[in-house]
């Protein structure tokens, strides 16, 4: 699986709408409405690398209300559940 995270400018007035609409996209995973420097984040997960840049180009940036994007392709993931489920051997825990 590849994965994307795209930061999201959106038109003030449309950020619930844009990313209701962004949600429903075919490739794009979540989206959360965030305070800092962009109005939304999407995490992209897509089977072939050259599937992101069609979500992206293709049906992100061309969704009514998005002003601005910068993506990020992620090379690795490291997560504390992944981690977890790695370790997990099926024994019942210990508390």
């Known amino acids: 699986m590849n994965t994307a995270i795209v930061h999201i400018d959106c038109a003030t007035d449309s950020i619930p709408e844009v990313a209701e609409a962004l ?3 075919e490739g794009v995973s979540e989206v959360y409405s965030v305070a800092g420097g962009v109005d939304l984040i999407a995490i992209v997960r897509v089977p072939r690398f050259d599937d992101i840049a069609e979500v992206i180009a293709g049906k992100i940036s061309k969704t009514p209300g998005v002003v601005n994007s910068e993506t990020f392709v992620a090379f690795r993931a490291y997560s504390k559940h992944d981690l977890e489920d790695a370790f997990a051997i099926g024994l019942p ?3």
Do not use: R, V
């Open 23 to 25: 949600a429903a996209l």
């Open 93 to 95: 825990d210990a508390d």
